[in-house]
């Protein structure tokens, strides 16, 4: 789904064009800690779906699901529409108690594009 371009598009640039504010990601940090969540995942005989709420990024999220994630979890509507929006295969809503105009359109989207929505 994704390669290593939106991710390199995240990591430091060079000290003269620092832009303020910026995010900083330890690329190898932040694999290795993907990959042991899907090794524990794996190991214990369950499906991993990852939450979003920290990251909120469509190339993270590419890669948990290269590394074997079978979806994401997002905690509010609007979050979930980006993703379902994005491709992504599986998406679950944490909370599903939402106002109905909520819903409704992520719902669509979701049937839209195919997308298990749980």
Known sequence: ???????????????????TPYVEIDEDRLMRNLRGMQERANA????????IKTHKCLAIAGCQLELGAVGVTASKPDEA???????????TLAYPIVRPEKIDRLIRSAKARGTELL
């Open 1 to 19: 789904m994704t390669d290593a371009a939106p991710i390199a598009a995240f990591l430091r640039p060079s000290p003269a064009i620092l832009p």
């Open 44 to 51: 214990a005989g369950v499906v991993l779906r990852p939450h």
């Open 81 to 91: 529409l980006v993703f379902v929006e994005a491709g992504i295969p599986s998406v």
